[in-house]
């Protein structure tokens, strides 16, 4: 089945300690999205990617960065997580416009100690 | 700007009743709707969505909403609940670019 895929399902890092999360999927779709989400609250987009144009939040830390090395493959990199960097980071997918259908992963609980 | 409010923070129902969750949404063209729906720990798994045409969409799982116009809503039914449905629902527009305006979310609790 086509899908999203993110690894690691949990991550613990340590407060200052860079930590990277992965997403793939098997859709071939053009956009690829990361979203943070805290508990009890909808999730907030950090940044896009359509194809290999990058789109920031104006909100998004610079903290947060991510890669698109191929059509496949979407990175997030947290360079230095902070205690308020806690949170389900989900990643999602969706063709171009005009179709606004995004799937998503199943998503990575980072946990900064 | 657009914007996506579901009234009700938690709801509880019986299980085996019926349900039904608000969403109400501000957009000046038509709009792109979406309901997904989020277990503990898990991603957003899409139940419908209504881009055009039949205002009654049918989705998975057994779900159904109506989208009317003259209301701005897009209210999410299932005539029956059943415990596995427990989980938090999200309602959604499509905003400009490839965005989606989420509300803040509805908690489905299921009694038995």
């Known amino acids: 089945d086509a899908m999203v895929i993110q690894n690691p399902r949990y991550q613990v890092t340590q407060f200052g300690k860079p930590v990277t999360l992965s997403c793939s999927q098997t859709?071939?779709?053009?956009?690829m999205y990361w979203y943070q989400q805290k508990s009890s609250q909808a999730p907030k987009l950090l940044f896009h990617y359509y194809d290999k144009d990058f789109n920031n939040e104006a909100d998004t830390p610079d903290n947060f960065q991510s890669r698109r090395p191929n059509t496949s493959f979407c990175f997030l990199d947290i360079r230095s997580p902070g205690l308020g960097d806690a949170a389900m980071y989900l990643c999602?997918?969706?063709?171009?416009?005009?179709?606004?259908?995004?799937?998503f992963g199943p998503g990575t609980r980072l946990t900064v100690l | 700007a657009q914007s996506v409010t579901q009234p009700d923070i938690h709801i509880t129902v019986s299980e085996g009743a019926s349900l039904e969750l608000r969403c109400n949404y501000s957009y000046g063209a038509t709009p792109y709707l979406f309901w997904y729906v989020q277990s503990p720990g898990q991603g957003l798994q899409l139940l419908l969505k209504?881009?055009?045409?039949?205002?009654l969409v049918q989705g998975i799982k057994g779900f159904e909403a109506e989208f009317k116009r003259s209301q701005s809503s897009f209210n999410l039914r299932k005539p029956s609940v059943h415990w596995s449905d427990a989980a938090e629902y999200f309602c959604a527009v499509a905003g400009y670019g490839n965005k989606l305006v989420f509300g803040a979310g509805t908690i489905l609790r299921v009694k038995s």
């Open positions: 209504y881009f055009s045409g039949d205002t």
């Open positions: 859709l071939n779709h053009n956009v």
């Open positions: 999602a997918t969706s063709r171009d416009l005009p179709e606004h259908t995004q799937y």
